[in-house]
T-cell receptor, first 109, second 115 residues
């Protein structure tokens, strides 16, 4: 059974700091996703990572994928308050995506 | 234009009632899903349909019955609602295999509260 584990589950950090969210998954997968969810809102697609060594960046967020280690990271550079949200990684297998439990990120001004 | 739209956005109902949630996508995707997000924000797949055919049923109680009249629509009917059914239900569609390379697109969610 495919399992997806994120850590940390809660993260409170100061503006301007850097931090990384980790996502481990238990079996081989076709694709890995990162989503953002604001309170009461839907899931917004941030990144889709397709192959080993893939790295994608959008603004202060950068995601990477190591399929051999079954690990993806979401790195936040010089955090700003607007990045406060819950971030989910998800892994695609057998035509469905399995989500991690999410990382609730709170950035203090 | 909304890519995946769900109605209603909010639903408050009493235990024992029957209710339906509707979902429509205008992306031309073949595969649609229902996901449940509980109070702890955990997201879990419930059902998947590919071109009107059920392909995934994740041991959901049979009080939940999905229906797909065509590949653009996937509705969820819930009988005899229970307190534990309170959650946010998300519809999604999957564009892999088409010209859409963004993967999964989610609707805005339906917040169901059973009282």
């Amino acid at each position: 059974e495919l399992k997806v584990e994120q850590n940390p589950l809660f993260l409170s950090m100061q503006e301007g700091k850097n931090y990384t969210i980790y996502c481990n998954y238990s079996t081989t997968s076709d694709r890995l996703y990162w989503y953002r969810q604001d309170p009461g809102k839907s899931l917004e697609s941030l990144f889709v990572l397709l192959s080993n060594g893939a790295v994608k960046q959008e603004g202060r967020l950068m995601a990477s994928l190591d399929t051999k280690a079954r690990l993806s990271t979401l790195h936040i550079t010089a955090a700003v308050h607007d990045l406060s949200a819950t971030y989910f990684c998800a892994v695609d297998r057998d035509d469905k995506i399995i989500f991690g439990k999410g990382t609730r990120l709170h950035i203090l001004p | 234009d909304t890519a995946v739209s769900q109605t209603p956005k909010y639903l408050v109902t009493q235990m024992g009632n029957d209710k339906s949630i509707k979902c429509e996508q205008n992306l031309g995707h073949d595969t649609m899903y229902w996901y449940k997000q509980d109070s702890k924000k955990f997201l879990k797949i419930m059902f998947s349909y590919n071109n009107k055919e059920l392909i995934i049923n994740e041991t959901v109680p049979n009080r939940f019955s999905p229906k797909s009249p065509d590949k653009a629509h996937l509705n969820l009917h819930i009988n005899s609602l229970e307190l534990g059914d309170s959650a946010v239900y998300f519809c999604a569609s999957n564009g892999w295999g088409t010209s859409d390379n963004y993967g999964y697109t989610f609707g805005s969610g339906t917040r169901l509260t059973v009282v």
